[in-house]
């Protein structure tokens, strides 16, 4: 029996993450991400984590996350990117422990869960995303 904790904006978000893993569903085992806020993300980071930024590459330009690496959840006209599981694959191990983070957090919780669906077993959603990083001053840089 799982016990969970989720906001009200996280909600639909779940919804999806188990339509799409009907699959798992079958079995009994479906994928919910887990999310931080991001001062605990920021702690992570600064414990080892890795940040993967799913932004779009002009997003990603005008500031991110110190030593994140963009992979792009979405294309620009808002359509998913076919190659994103193997794209974060040439950059992260399926054991590494990945802080996945957006603009604000409807992407990430996407690929979070796309990416535990793929075997990913350390990924955790940053809730709020860029925009709460950078509304609680947390350090950023630009490319």
Known sequence: KMKMKMKKS??????QSIVKSSNMAAEGRVPIPS???VRVAHEHLLAGHRYLDVRTPEE??????CGAINVPYMNRG???NPNFLEQVSSHFKQSDEILVGCQSGGRSFKATADLLDAGFTG???????????????????HS
Do not use: E
């Not at 990603?60 to 996350?65: D, I, K, L, W």
């Open 60 to 65: 990603f330009r005008q500031g991110h996350a």
């Open 35 to 37: 999310s931080v806020p």
């Open 123 to 141: 990924v955790t959603d940053v809730a709020g995303g860029y925009a709460a990083w950078t509304q609680n001053g947390l350090p950023t840089q």
């Open 78 to 80: 808002m359509s998913k």
């Open 10 to 15: 996280s909600k639909m978000g779940i919804i």
